[in-house]
């Protein structure tokens, strides 16, 4: 099993939205696709019917409670996200939410194929799956964090 790990309380340079009941944080360098994932990840989520919301863009808080890893967004920015390009746009906020899974943009390779198994993201050992997902400009993102961890959309 390999991973990541962070401390509760810092800011990190992450995107976090809630689509249904499932918190998603977004990983990945400035320019990595954060935004435009989350944004389209809302948006397909949304035209499903579902509850789409974000909580934090650019820069999330992470807490732990529980033993679940909590996010919430700094004050000056909250209830915005950026699209480059299009600009920094007003939507549907909460305030906070629980995470459950990681995802990890990344560039399109051999060598990132096809992902380990099992990677986990882990906050003060609060810890969620870690998926990756090529940042590569392909439709409906939502779809494919459906397919690859169905249990984190379909909870009984």
Known sequence: MTGSSVSAGDSLHATSIVIGQTGILFLGPSGSGKSSTAFACLCEAMALGWNAALVADDRTILSVHAGRCIASCPDPIRGLIELRGTGIIP????????????????????????????????????????????????????????????ELFFRG
């Open 91 to 150: 939507f549907r906020q909460i305030d906070r939410a629980v995470m459950h899974c990681a995802v990890a943009l990344t560039e399109p390779s051999a060598a990132s194929r096809i992902p380990a198994d099992s990677e986990t993201f882990s906050c003060d050992g609060a810890s969620m799956p870690l998926m990756r997902l090529w940042h590569d400009g392909a439709a409906h993102p939502l779809s494919r964090l459906r397919a690859a961890c169905p």
